[in-house]
């Protein structure tokens, strides 16, 4: 991989993590058009990049977090540590899948780029319906929490956007603009920090593994931070002004575009 891939690979995670477009949609498309053939360093940058956008949603909530984890050891019921327990119960559909399912779905799915764009008209239609969602003035409860969560474990199907499915899921269930945008951004980190996790543990395993050159993958994690930050903060204003569903118009064009590029 080259610098310049690294580059563009990189700031296409940190946009589209965040953004209802598709982190893993684009990374299989951006890997398909560079013709990236070795899976093993593909599989090691994909790593990097996502603990790259891992940090930019810490340095843009740092102080939800530091409040949320202040609240949850001083062990007292209140709204935060009502929001802590909510945000675990979130993650409980994701672990289930994830540890069942994720690595023979990205067997399956790795590469294929009519799949991909199949599924970017999936999130392009969730996207679309949020305009028909009701008033945005309640809060998160155990329910939506547990269906926001496996809304997320459909993000595991590259194309399906997860911050498109968790945050359509939480305009359905009518929560507050505000509120569904810190939850979702928040849930993902319990996922990514344990997918990251355990595919450090996979590559650790294979032999062949770690033969990239450490410049791509420090160009192409300082890009996805640095993209990441700049998508998260633009994505709060994007969902309290309600403009979430004007995505599914990139989504669509995305997706028409993977699928004829796919079938020639």
Sequence with gaps: MSWIEALILGLLQGLTEFLPVSSS????????????????DFFTFNIIVHGATFLS??????????????HFFRFRWNAEMKFVLLLLASAI???????????QIERIFEGRVVFVGLMLLVTA???????????????VTL??????????????LPGISRS?????????????????????????????????????IRVS???????????????????????????CKWMLNIVRRGKIEYFSIYCVLAGITAIIAGSL
Excluded at 57 to 62: D, E
């Design 57 to 70: 949603v810490v340095v843009v909530f740092r102080n939800d977090i530091l409040s949320l984890i202040h």
């Design 205 to 231: 395993e294979q032999a062949s593994a770690g033969s990239m050159d450490l410049a791509p993958m420090i160009i192409g994690a300082v890009a996805a931070f640095i993209a990441g930050v700049m998508a």
């Design 93 to 103: 559909p994701t672990a289930i899948v994830g540890l069942l399912f994720e690595e």
């Design 25 to 40: 949609g684009h990374l299989e498309l951006g890997g398909a058009l560079f013709g990236l053939e070795d899976p093993h």
């Design 143 to 156: 329910k939506s929490a547990l269906v926001i969560g496996l809304a997320q474990t459909l993000a595991i």
């Design 164 to 200: 498109g499915a968790t945050i359509s899921t939480a305009l359905f269930f009518g929560i507050e603009r505000s509120q569904a945008i810190r939850f979702s951004f928040l849930m993902v980190l319990i996922p990514i920090f344990g997918a990251n996790f355990l595919k450090i």
């Design 125 to 139: 239609t969730l996207l679309f319906l949020t305009r028909f969602a009701p008033p945005a003035n309640k809060d």
